[in-house]
Structure formats: structure tokens, C-alpha cells
């Protein structure tokens, strides 16, 4: 069993940066692939960034890249997002999520795919 748990949320002015973590519980974090999603209201979930258990790949979204850093720290058992040069349409509940060993893809874009989620973190991005 994996638990989420994201903090970092807030309300910030476009341009400015939030830090988003996701805290896992559970010994063997390293071995789980996360992502991040967030959900616009009206709008689909949407994959924004991903990692490898060990850190080696990474992805993200067209939209976010030059913008979002993902990083982990396997020996603390979280992953963060730097969120940098924020926009308006950054604004969303932003959810971490973990894929097991079994999964066939590392960033899968559905929910399915995925084996545990957090409670998400709100982030507004005011213009």
C-alpha cells in the first residue's frame, strides 16, 4: 500500500512560482513510477508531468515544459514539482499518482493506469 499525500497549493500571481510535494508513505517508493495530473473545473484530468522510480525519465506536457520541474528524493519518499513562470491557465487541483512495477507504461495519460492517487492540492494562478 502507497499513500499520497500532496501540500504546496496556493493562490499566486501570474509569473510567480509554487513548489508542489508528494509525500509517499510505504518502503518501496522507489519502485513506483509518479505523475502529476491536474483537473481544470469543466476539464478533463490532465497528465502534466511524469518520473521514473529512479529518477532517470522524465516527461511533461508540451504545455509546461520550460516551465515545470520534476524531481524525487527516493530516500524521502517524495516528488516535487517546481512550478515556474505560472499562467492563469495553470490553474487547476493538481493530484500526484503512483504506477506499480506491473504497469506497462510509466506516463500513462489514464487514470486507470495508475494505482494510487492523493487527495490533490489547489493551485490558482490570478492574472
Known amino acids: 500500500q502507497v499513500q499520497l499525500v500532496e501540500s504546496g497549493g496556493g493562490l499566486v500571481q501570474a509569473g510567480g512560482s509554487l513548489r508542489l510535494s508528494c509525500a509517499a508513505s510505504?518502503?518501496?517508493?522507489?519502485?513506483?513510477?509518479i505523475s502529476w495530473f491536474r483537473q481544470a473545473p469543466g476539464k478533463e484530468r490532465e497528465l502534466v508531468a511524469a518520473?521514473?522510480?529512479?529518477?532517470?525519465?522524465?516527461y511533461y506536457v508540451d504545455s509546461v515544459k520550460g516551465r515545470f520541474t520534476i524531481s524525487r528524493d527516493n530516500a524521502k519518499n517524495t516528488v516535487s514539482l517546481q512550478m515556474n513562470s505560472l499562467k492563469p491557465e495553470d490553474t487547476a487541483v493538481y493530484y500526484c499518482?503512483?504506477?506499480?512495477?506491473?504497469?506497462?507504461?510509466?506516463?500513462?495519460?489514464?487514470?486507470?493506469?495508475?494505482?494510487?492517487w492523493g487527495q490533490g492540492t489547489q493551485v490558482t494562478v490570478s492574472s
Open positions: 499518482a503512483a504506477s506499480g512495477p506491473h504497469r506497462s507504461s510509466w506516463r500513462s495519460r489514464a487514470e486507470n493506469d495508475y494505482d494510487y
Open positions: 510505504g518502503r518501496t517508493f522507489s519502485s513506483y513510477d
Open positions: 518520473i521514473t522510480g529512479s529518477a532517470a525519465f522524465t
